[in-house]
């Protein structure tokens, strides 16, 4: 029968430091998770370092015992590393220093030392490099009561912190177990130094399976807490659609109904102006009813009239229907002459002139409702600064280049223009630069504008106007 040696307990826990590796890369590894990375390579060192302490005697003392005790320490200080970069409040975390300067300095120590005692492993140099393991593993202990604090369930960190106690305690007792004289060599076979040796290797062994246990639980939270996250914000991206649709509704009332007098007034224009013509065909009727060209184009008048105030209509029915959002495919040109005709009477109103240079042919993809809405948004907005400032000749231009694929819209006015600095906040919720403004408007126009994949931005004219420019894609 094969008697037993701690090099069988030596190469059973380099062997379950090898496949605790592999488990973690097999997991972790393609997430590009660091702190899996280092404890992964943690896990490959210490299986290196206890194959090189196997095969002491066949390896130059050099390389099977200094080289050995750095690798380890350098294992260990991997791990602490891996265990900072847990924490979910500090996510830009540097490599320190001291993990690479610590093992270096041990093994340069270990070799002095070694030179000094004539080659030899001396009881004080092996208790000196186990006590470095020791405080190494405190050091492990230390980073995980920090990175625990930031989660809610500690259970899992504090079986590690327990586990790195343990490991830390047995370390302790070996340094016992060297400076008493009972064992100073590793693979000396009395019984305290096998069940300290064996401890070491069983609770390394749970330390490694206690992080993964511990990454797979932090990973099931975070899977939940996203699945939790996602569907509050679904609930968030509701409410806001819903309060964006509200607000349209809002801002499309409210621009109505600053059209509404001058709306009115223009379709009592064609309406009183037909009422006079059926008044004098009436009177025609009676006192020279054979007179029929001017009876017929009395009638016609009329049939003009009518057919004018009807298309008002048509158009303001247009813009205050709650018809579907769907996106059809737009006459530029057509779409912004509707919305000057809805706009004539207040245009008249306050003595202001509105000129449209646009091609034909131009076509967008829009929702017809909510595009006309934008532009009355615009056109109401330059009529009150234009009001405001009362120039000479109130002029609004509307001007379509085409630029690539996109057509841009310039909406240029000869007012005061916008206030410095005041260029991006206009577009704001709830900021306005009018006692009486609503700060709806022009944040609702970016809101619309962005759907149809657009931009929409301000800046003062060349004359000192405001200038709203907008970008929309060709079709």
Known sequence: MTPFTIQTLFLFYSALSFLSATLIGTLFWKRNDQSAKLWLWGCLLTAIATVITVNRGS??????????????????LLFSESLKRLSITNSKIKLSWLTFAIPIILFSVVELCRQMANGEITPVISASTTLTFAIANIFCLYQTMRVKNEFENKTFFNFLILVFGVVAALYFM???IILSGYSGHSFDTKTLNVIVWFALFLFGSIRNLAYIVLRLHLGFN?????????????????????MILSLQKLNRSASINALAST???????????????????EMKLQSDPSNVPLLRGLVKNILDDI?????????????SSNQSSSVTYVNLAESINQVIEISKGKLRSSKTTINLDCASHYQISVNMSEWQQVLINLINNAIQALDEANPDQKRIEISVKQ???????????????????????????????KEAGSGIGLWLSKNIINRFDGEITAHNAINGGACFVIRLPIT
């Open 174 to 176: 070996r340094i016992f």
């Open 403 to 433: 630029e690539n694929q996109l057509l841009t819209i310039f909406i240029e006015d000869n007012g005061p223009g916008i206030q410095a600095g005041q260029e991006s906040k206009i577009f704001d919720l709830m900021f306005s630069s």
């Open 307 to 319: 057919n004018r105030a009807s298309t008002i209509v048509k158009n303001l029915s247009r813009l």
């Open 263 to 281: 709306i009115s007034h223009e379709i009592n224009q064609p309406l009183g102006a037909s009422r006079l013509n059926a008044q004098f065909a």
């Open 222 to 242: 975070e899977h939940t807490r996203l699945n939790s996250m996602n569907l509050r914000l679904s609930d968030v991206l509701e409410e806001r659609n819903e």
């Open 59 to 76: 390896i130059p003392l050099t390389i099977s015992y200094s080289l050995m005790v750095s690798i380890e320490a350098l294992s260990v």
